[in-house]
T-cell receptor
Framework: EDQVTQSPEALRLQEGESSSLNCSYT??????LFWYRQDPGKGPEFLFT???AGEEKEKERLKATLTKKESFLHITAPKPEDSATYLC???????????FGSGTQLTVLP | GAVVSQHPSWVICKSGTSVKIECRSL??????MFWYRQFPKQSLMLMAT?????????EQGVEKDKFLINHASLTLSTLTVTSAHPEDSSFYIC??????????????FGPGTRLTVL
């Protein structure tokens, strides 16, 4: 059974304080790992797709990396507007739908 | 690109009535659409998967007669909550995956519909 675990559950940062969110996975045949951002009362917003170990993608203050067992979402010099829940999900060869982690709720204080 | 819309964004109804939620892919053809339910402070729970022109596949524990899904075209899927009860109150989110130049695997979400059943 595919499993996705995100840590920490919640993270409070001061503005400008860089940090990383973790997504560890146990799956058979990874077809893709996805990061989403979700604001309260909104649907998830697509951020990145990673396909193979060693791959990295960047968007503004966010950088996603992937290894064979986990993915990290690095947030550099975060701003209050980066506050949201960040969701990680995997798509495997045997499944046709995403398996989500429980998310990390990020709060960036001004 | 890759925009998914939902309508309505929120709805309040009386117990026993039916509610229809629409999900549209605005700038791509969605070969597969998904319906999720999300409770406060929890992650997304997949309810069903539908392919255009085919019957939806429901996850275990989801009543297919209560949550009717229709994926009539490559840009539209509907979820009808029949005979709604207060326990059906939740945040319903659709998503779509389809024919995009960037990747077939990427899945894009709508803004969600807040259903409150009185």
């Amino acid at each position: 059974e595919d499993q996705v675990t995100q840590s920490p559950e919640a993270l409070r940062l001061q503005e400008g304080e860089s940090s990383s969110l973790n997504c560890s996975y146990t799956v058979s045949g990874l077809r893709g790992l996805f990061w989403y951002r979700q604001d309260p009362g909104k649907g998830p917003e697509f951020l990145f797709t990673l396909y193979s170990a060693g791959e990295e993608k960047e968007k503004e203050r966010l950088k996603a990396t992937l290894t064979k067992k986990e993915s990290f979402l690095h947030i550099t010099a975060p701003k209050p507007e980066d506050s949201a829940t960040y969701l990680c999900a995997v798509l495997t060869g045997s499944a046709r739908q995403l398996t989500f982690g429980s998310g990390t709720q990020l709060t960036v204080l001004p | 690109g890759a925009v998914v819309s939902q309508h309505p964004s929120w709805v309040i109804c009386k117990s026993g009535t039916s509610v229809k939620i629409e999900c549209r892919s605005l700038d791509f053809q969605a070969t597969t659409m998904f319906w999720y339910r999300q409770f406060p402070k929890q992650s997304l729970m997949l309810m069903a998967t539908s392919n255009e022109g085919s019957k939806a596949t429901y996850e275990q524990g989801v009543e297919k007669d209560k949550f009717l899904i229709n994926h009539a075209s490559l840009t539209l899927s509907t979820l009808t909550v029949t005979s709604a009860h207060p326990e059906d109150s939740s945040f319903y989110i659709c998503s779509a995956r389809g024919r995009l130049a960037t990747s077939y695997n990427e899945q894009f979400f709508g803004p969600g519909t807040r259903l409150t059943v009185l």
